[in-house]
């Protein structure tokens, strides 16, 4: 039967691909006697030897086999993208269920890829991945990746995760601490089910297998390098799905209240490196400070994952309002536009910033009338909510209104549906930006008739994005990736180089 490969959309015109005779639509098949499965793989086998033998079929069905010394490089293509995996799960607090109804497709699709995982920092309950799928993580060497464990008890997890074949997390990762991989952890929490001795059994298990232990019982090279506790998000979109209770500022403040610690205690154990990570929203929740920089990992390790987040950003705009830069924003006029959960956070400084440059910038915060008013986060907004919340905000306005809007560089990330939305080489596919609800950035700055520009990471991002649009304006056809910083959006972070 003739095997599926890996099929070339672009050469370079002076690569290897092309020197060997590769062009646009032929399919790789096999290097060096191994079935090519996708981009990954390839990468992975075509870094294996300095000579690489490459067997391809031309687009008119003709088989070629070629040799090529590529000393362990790629060899100067594009590969079409994947078809991502989806998982087997029916979690009680999956997004996708909760999503209201018109989007577009590729945001109703339950992905769970371990290539995404490793590419990207997604999250995998590993439902999708079997015997198989993890001899080609430890093969491939695909670490760290990133496990949904959400309860390490059998009974919970099938509770939890509404699947009964995947009570059993630990053997899959055991299995991958023993092939070497490291393994970061989440925890989504669900009041009920993976809480209280549940949650603790978790703790107590992957803390088991934590990287670095010097001594005890776990002797793998692989470990558990953190785990993250997240509080479940429930939309206004859940009917006919099963009850479960939403965590309030009062379950919130308990849980800061007592894990806060534990995790500075833990750290302790773990030399110092932070291992368990509570995500910003149990603070923003509890309304609560976020703790200071030390109670987070060195390389802000799940930060992707909302682990974090508030505080870098905090720390950046005190010493962005020390430097020289951040005269920058003397005079300007901005709307920034968030989720309620920062906006009050993002408030406080920039009161700092206009009283010290003299600038007129102002957090609001948008009402999620898409997802519901309980989802509080920048992320989930859509181009409608902000654009309804710009234009409340001129009509109450009675001075001259704003010369931009800022809006989260969270609400354009690209990464739900992945497969048409980049390529390897690390280029945003929609570089225009798209909100979604399928609104442009271009889109709703025609609309509102003033720039409208990504937020960025920080207060020094966001001043280069409004002096691009200075520059710039307008934004139309613009390449997002190349006019405004990307963080946030979801490029590669751990490729091989091809
Ligand atoms: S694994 Fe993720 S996508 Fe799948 S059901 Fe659970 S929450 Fe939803």
Known sequence: MAQKGVQVIA??????????????GDTILEINGEKVLDQLNYQFLISQKDESVVLYRKADGDLVEA???NGGDGLGLDLAADEVKTCKMNCVFCFVHQMPKGYRKSLYLKDEDIRLSFLYGHFSTLSSSDEHELDRIIREKLSPIHVSVHATDPEARVRTTGNPKEGHILRKIDRLLEGGIDVHTQAVIAPGYNDGAIWEKTLAELWERRAFQETGPWSGKGGVLSLSCVPLGLTAHREGLTQVQEIGPAY???????????????????????WLLLADEWFTRARVEVPSRAFYSKTWAQLENGVGMVRKFQDHAKRFLGSKRAEGFRGRRALLLTGSSFAPILNQTLMALNKQVGSHLRAVAVKN????????????LTGRDLQYAAHADRTASHAKWVDAVVVPSASLRTHTGPTDQYTLHGQVARAQGTFLDDMTLTGLSDDLQVPVVP????????????????????????????????EGLNLPQGAYNP
Do not use: C, Y
């Not at 919130?252 to 154990?269: G, I, M, Q, S």
């Not at 009338?369 to 989930?380: P, W």
């Open 67 to 69: 040799e090529v010394e």
């Open 11 to 24: 050469t370079e015109p002076d690569g290897l691909a092309a020197a060997i005779g590769l062009e646009p």
């Open 252 to 274: 919130a403040k308990d849980w800061v209240e007592r894990w806060t610690p534990e995790a500075r205690h833990l750290a302790r154990d773990n030399g110092g490196e932070p």
């Open 369 to 380: 009338n898409d997802f519901g008013e309980s989802v509080t986060v920048a992320g989930l």
């Open 455 to 486: 937020s960025g990471a920080n207060l020094a991002q966001l001043l280069d994005h409004l002096e691009a649009a200075d520059r710039l304006p307008p934004m139309q056809g613009r390449d997002l990736a190349k006019v405004f910083h990307t």
